[in-house]
C-alpha cells in the first residue's frame, strides 16, 4: 500500500492514539528484541560464539539452534549459551523501558512471539502477558510425554560454566524424569510443543482480556512482528481491527510495515527503527 502522510503526521497520530484509546493490545515480535539490541548475528554472535562459527561456519544464532549436532554434549554447549546470553546473562533492553513507559498507565495487554523474557525483565505485570510460543527458561520432555515444563536456569549456568572444547560433561544431560529422554527447550518448533498449565492460564487471560474490552477504543500496537508466523498476531490484529470500528491498528517494522485494505483509514504504518519511533513518541 501507499501511505501520504510523512513520518512526523505519523507519530502524531500515534500519540493521539495513544493518549485516547481504552486500550493497548501490544503484539511483540522478534524485531523488537533486535531493535533493543538483542541481535542474533554480527559482533554479538561472534562474542559467544566464535568457536562454533569456525568449526562449523554458523554465521548466526537462529541457524545453529538447527545444526546437526553428533553429540548431545555439543548439542547443549551450544543451547546453553544461547539460553544463557539472551535469557540470564543479560540485562532489561533500554527499548522495552521505553515500551513500558508509554502504556504503563494503560489498560494493556502484551501478545509477543519472543522468548527471552524480555518484557518481564523490565516490569511488565505478569498477569498481562502471554509468550505463545514458548520460554528460554523452561525445558520440556522431546516427545512431550507430559504437559509439564521445568525450570532451567540452574542447570544451564552449569552448563555454560564447564563445558570445554564446546562440549558439556555427560552427567548434565537433561533427561525427562518420567520416561527419561533428553529434554529439550520449551519451542514452539514442532508438533511436541508443551503447553504447560502457565500457557494455558496466560492464554485464557488474555482471551478474556480481548472479550471483556471487545468494543472499547483499542489501539492494537505491533512492534517487529515479520512475517514468519502472521497467524498468531499480525492476521488476528488486522481481523479484530476490521470487526470493531472503534478500534486502530498501528505496525512499526523496519522493512514490514503494512497493514489490510479494509482498515487503510485506521492504520498507522511506520517503516523505521522502533527504537527511533518509540524515542519520538516519548518526546
Request: hydrophobic residues 35%; aromatic residues 14%.
Amino acid at each position: 500500500m501507499k501511505y501520504t502522510e510523512n513520518y512526523s503526521q505519523k507519530i502524531e497520530r500515534l500519540k493521539i492514539e495513544l493518549e485516547s484509546c481504552d486500550t493497548v493490545i501490544i503484539g511483540a515480535g522478534a524485531g523488537l528484541s533486535a531493535a533493543a539490541g538483542f541481535t542474533y548475528s554480527g559482533e554479538r554472535f561472534d562474542r559467544y560464539f566464535s568457536d562454533f562459527k569456525e568449526k562449523y561456519g554458523i554465521t548466526d544464532m537462529y541457524s545453529g539452534g538447527f545444526y546437526p549436532y553428533e553429540t548431545l554434549e555439543e548439542y547443549w554447549a551450544w543451547w546453553s549459551r544461547q539460553i544463557y546470553y539472551n535469557r540470564y546473562e543479560t540485562e532489561p533492553g533500554r527499548l522495552y523501558s521505553d515500551v513500558l513507559s508509554i502504556v504503563k498507565d494503560k489498560d494493556y495487554f502484551v501478545l509477543t512471539t519472543n522468548v527471552d523474557h524480555q518484557f518481564q525483565l523490565t516490569g511488565f505485570d505478569k498477569k498481562r502477558l502471554f509468550y505463545t510460543q514458548g520460554d528460554y527458561g523452561l525445558f520440556q520432555c522431546t516427545d512431550g510425554c507430559q504437559s509439564r515444563t521445568y525450570d532451567n536456569a540452574g542447570l544451564i549456568k552449569q552448563m555454560v560454566l564447564r563445558q570445554t572444547n564446546m562440549k558439556i560433561p555427560t552427567e548434565l544431560i537433561p533427561r525427562c524424569p518420567i520416561c527419561n529422554k533428553p529434554m529439550t527447550m520449551n519451542l514452539r518448533c514442532d508438533d511436541k510443543f508443551v503447553q504447560d498449565a502457565g500457557w494455558y492460564e496466560a492464554s485464557s487471560r488474555y482471551e478474556n482480556f480481548l472479550r471483556s474490552r471487545e468494543n472499547q477504543h483499542i489501539l492494537f500496537f505491533e512492534l517487529g512482528v515479520g512475517s514468519n508466523t502472521p497467524v498468531i498476531i499480525k492476521i488476528p490484529f488486522l481481523q479484530m481491527t476490521a470487526d470493531n470500528p472503534h478500534a486502530a491498528y498501528a505496525c512499526i517494522n523496519k522493512g514490514e510495515a503494512y497493514t489490510a485494505m479494509q482498515i487503510e483509514n485506521r492504520s498507522i504504518c511506520i517503516d523505521e527503527d522502533i527504537a527511533k519511533v518509540v524515542a519520538d513518541i516519548k518526546k
